[in-house]
Structure formats: structure tokens, C-alpha cells
């Protein structure tokens, strides 16, 4: 199996062939186009995001950022992240959430108003599925996003990168 996007973040602004390979590319694993052979559909769910404010401040108070995982219903690149990175996380106490980036997903967002999964995603600069962000109680993204599903051998080690980064901005910021 190999790799469809890269680990990380390219720069936010993106040239207008990126953005639309990415629209295009997220369309595909929303339509089920590009779905593995065999692979699962959301036979792992993560707990939903429901209200990002509560959340992620909850999480901070235990010396977390929030990670938060954007998927599309049926993204079988997701599933793979959810089953083999994830839900592990979860299981250690890692407050892990995740959206599905469509209009028809609401939450309450950081500023506590409503607000659903694809208006979210555009305030973000979320273009493609999975994506996981780190955040801090306020919104702002405390650690290095990942983009994409990657090679499963090296992603934990992009997890554990970003979450020590996002650790790290929360301790400096509380005085742990």
C-alpha cells in the first residue's frame, strides 16, 4: 500500500492547482471512489466533537491539547487511522474527538455558537481527509497538523511529535 498525501502540512497558502487537487481528492473519498480493497467503514468510531470549547478546555486542564481528527463518511483512510492510531490514544487518555467535515454536522464551535462540520473545516483550512489537528483551549493549533493517512510505519512517530509539541506549549503556558 503506499501513501497518498504527505505527513504534514504544506504551507497554508496553497497554490489554486493544490487546492483544487485537494478539493477534488476529498470529494473522491466522500463519493467512496478511492475506498481500499476490503477496508472497514467507520467500524472504529472516535467520540464525536460536540463542543470544542468544553473539550478542549477539559483536555488542557489535564496537561492535553484536544485532537482533533476531520473526517468524510465513508473515508476508508480515516477508518485506517482511527483503528490503528487513534483509538489507542483514546484508550491512554488522550482526549481525541473527531468531526466529519459536512454541512450536515453540527457543534458548538470555540466561540460557543453553532456551527457544523464544513464551516469548521474552511475556518481550519481543512481541505482534505483524514486531517488531525492539536488544540489548545482557545482554538489556536498548539502542535504540527497532519494531512493525510501516510505510511503507517512512520505516522505514530508524527503523532507523537505533534503531541509533545502541543504539550509542551500548554506547560509554558500554565506554569506546570
Known amino acids: 500500500m503506499s501513501a497518498f498525501v504527505p505527513f504534514v502540512a504544506q504551507p497554508r497558502v496553497a497554490s489554486s492547482r493544490r487546492a483544487f487537487a485537494c478539493r477534488l481528492l476529498a470529494g473522491a473519498l466522500s463519493a467512496g471512489a478511492l475506498a481500499l480493497p476490503g477496508a472497514a467503514r467507520a467500524e472504529t468510531p472516535l467520540p464525536a466533537a460536540r463542543e470544542l470549547r468544553a473539550e478542549a478546555r477539559a483536555a488542557a486542564a489535564q496537561g492535553q491539547p484536544l485532537v482533533l481528527m476531520f473526517s468524510l463518511p465513508g473515508c476508508s483512510y480515516c477508518e485506517q487511522l482511527r483503528r490503528s492510531t487513534y483509538r ?76 509533545g ?9 500554565t506554569g506546570r
Not at 509539541?165 to 503556558?173: D, I, N
Open 165 to 173: 509539541q502541543a504539550r509542551e506549549h500548554l506547560k509554558a503556558g
Open 88 to 163: 489507542w490514544l483514546l484508550r491512554d487518555g488522550v482526549p481525541v474527538r473527531q468531526l466529519e467535515m459536512v454541512g450536515g454536522y453540527r457543534l458548538l464551535g470555540f466561540d460557543g455558537q453553532a456551527t457544523d462540520g464544513a464551516a469548521l473545516a474552511a475556518h481550519y483550512g481543512v481541505h482534505l481527509a483524514p486531517t488531525v489537528l492539536f488544540l489548545g483551549p482557545d482554538g489556536r493549533e498548539i502542535g504540527e497538523r497532519l494531512v493525510g493517512a501516510g505510511v503507517p510505519d512512520f505516522y505514530g512517530a508524527f503523532v507523537d511529535r505533534s503531541l
